[in-house]
């Protein structure tokens, strides 16, 4: 039985598998925080929320290959006939796909410009209002004014931002609302079956997301999520630290108040060759969202079992696991480093700890969105010592594509 074929069902969702706080401030980072003291309160992440050109194939690929889960849907069944959304979580983090139905759909022209990509960055906000008065006169560009949408399960209350390029963070209070997603959505499960003995899931919770800007923009953006939503400076790449021979990148990273939201911003340097950031920009046709950093208890398990389903990684050369400076600034990690090794997986120490971290190739047809999947042991850095070997190994892939 397909997706579509299954009866619509409109029923309040199954108890929440979301990670505790406890779990998160081991899987992310997570420190307290009295959000009572910002005047743009965020409690995390509500859901990202894609433009594909096949929703519905997207969503399998989600389930079959990374472990989601489908929870909800919205289509033509439903009454929207504009187009077809599939929502899916996976522990705390929450994929909503949309792909376009109707011809004249807004989401064609976005999908033929941008193509498969992340245009909302929602965000869990206790007080709509409230952020959206002082975003307003802060400099903000409200999107889409503070409304509520009802249904027979409660009120969702949202509101929208403008950020970098076409993305947007919708701002969302569903402290009184019980449902699948949104009012507009229907409980639906999939007839996909995950293989015997695959786990619950291969990921619990949304890291950080990365996005990309134009050369001379990433301070502007930092200024932003500074002045507009309270964020503050959490780390800083500049120089030899993120640059190669031929390419170069620089970037900072800011974060709410509790650290689970948190966002580096990219910009491109000045280098012999085409950076990663400039082929970003050049094929998703502007700003955007460039990666997403999954949490995981278990990243041998996870690399494992999405290599079977056809995943493709970086590949880290094995000259970096034989680097004697690298034995020894990494010291004793849980597992043997040639259990790393063999699967491709960095590792990286700072003051507070250490942390695994792997990144997929690009998973759409063009160069621009890829996965990082991230095992933290106390760090609550972003790899700085893996960046050269990193860099490294996307320009491999560039060159390949003939984009360096």
């Known amino acids: 039985m397909t997706i579509e074929q299954m009866p619509n069902a409109r029923s309040s969702t199954a108890p929440s598998t979301a990670p505790t706080d406890t779990e998160l401030r081991k899987l992310v980072g997570l420190v307290d ?11 995390g992440w509500d859901a990202l929320v894609w433009v594909v050109g096949n929703a519905t194939q997207t969503a399998h690929f989600l389930e079959s290959a990374f472990g989601m889960r489908l929870e909800a849907y919205s289509g033509p069944e439903t009454g929207n006939r504009d187009h077809k959304a599939y929502v899916l979580r996976s522990g705390g983090a929450r994929f909503v796909v949309k792909g376009a139905v109707d011809p004249d759909s807004p989401l064609v022209a976005h999908h033929d410009r941008h193509g498969d990509g992340v245009v909302d960055i929602a965000l869990e906000v206790p007080d709509v209002d409230r952020c959206i008065e002082w975003a307003r006169t802060h400099g903000a560009t409200v999107l889409v004014e503070p409304h509520d949408e009802t249904d027979e399960f409660g009120t969702v209350r949202s509101a929208a931002i403008a950020t970098y390029g076409e993305t947007r963070h919708t701002l969302v209070d569903r402290s009184a609302y019980n449902g699948p997603y949104l009012p507009g959505y229907v409980t639906r499960k999939a007839g996909y079956q995950p293989r015997e003995g695959a786990p619950n899931r291969l990921f619990q919770a949304i890291d950080h997301v990365v996005g990309n800007v134009e050369l001379g923009q990433m301070d502007e953006w930092v200024e932003f999520y500074r002045r507009v939503m309270g964020f503050t400076n959490m780390a800083e790449f500049v120089g030899d630290d993120i640059a190669t021979e031929y390419s170069a990148l620089m970037s900072k990273v800011v974060a709410n108040g509790n650290h689970r939201v948190k966002f580096p911003l990219n910009e491109p340097a000045v280098s012999k060759k085409k950076s990663q950031i400039d082929e970003y920009l050049e094929f998703y046709r502007g700003p955007g969202v460039q990666h997403i950093a999954l949490a995981t208890g278990d990243i041998l398990g996870c690399v494992d079992a999405l290599r079977r389903e056809g995943i493709e990684f970086l590949d880290a050369p094995d000259s970096y696991y034989q680097d004697p400076e690298l034995r020894a600034r990494i010291g004793q990690v849980r597992v043997p480093v040639e259990e790393l090794q063999s699967r ?43 960046f050269k070997a990193l860099f490294e190994a996307i320009e491999r892939e560039q060159e390949a594509r003939g984009n360096l």
């Open 33 to 43: 925080h009295d959000t009572s003291v910002d005047n743009f309160p965020v409690s």
């Open 344 to 386: 491709g997986i960095l590792v990286d120490r700072d003051e507070d700890g250490y942390l695994l971290q792997i990144f997929t190739k690009p998973i759409t047809d063009r160069p621009t969105v890829f996965f990082e999947l991230i095992e933290r042991h106390g760090s609550l850095g972003f790899g700085k010592g893996n």
